[in-house]
């Protein structure tokens, strides 16, 4: 049974950084989305980066240039490197994985990108809270 634990999240000010680590034991997929979401109080759950087993990224573009996201293999650790935090950043923050779909095309199988809709994901940590103050 896969466990995903979220670590890091805390209270900064505008301009400030975190490191968010969620380490993945027991998820043993070789190939596999893992993705960061966050929920703000009254909003849906949104994903704003997904890294794949090959090391491809996607951000939301609210994001990109600020936070970045990497899985260390060894460790089994999923980060998310946050920069130049805004308030509108405050949120829960969740990591998530799951296998990479995989296709049968003609010439025959093939993975397709990761994606950042909450429902692609079926492993989820308990989250951890990150709050941003102007």
């Known amino acids: 049974q896969a466990q995903l634990v979220e670590s890091g999240g805390g209270s900064v000010q505008s301009g400030g950084s975190l490191r968010l680590s969620c380490p993945t034991s027991?998820?043993?997929?070789?190939?596999?989305?893992m993705g960061w979401f966050r929920q703000a109080p009254g909003k849906e759950r949104e994903g704003i980066a997904a890294?794949?087993?090959?090391?491809?990224?996607t951000y939301v573009d609210s994001v990109k240039g600020r936070f970045t996201i990497s899985r260390d293999n060894p460790k089994n650790t999923l980060s998310l490197q946050m920069n130049s935090l805004k308030p509108e950043d405050t949120a829960m923050y969740y990591c998530?994985?799951?296998?990479?779909?995989?296709?049968?095309?003609?010439?025959?199988?093939?993975?397709?990108?990761?994606?950042?809709?909450?429902?692609?994901?079926?492993?989820w940590g308990q989250g951890t809270q990150v709050t941003v103050s102007s």
């Open positions: 998530a994985a799951n296998d990479r779909p995989l296709r049968i095309g003609n010439r025959g199988p093939y993975y397709l990108p990761c994606t950042l809709t909450v429902d692609d994901y079926g492993y």
């Open positions: 027991g998820y043993t997929g070789n190939s596999y989305c």
């Open positions: 890294v794949d087993s090959d090391g491809t990224t």
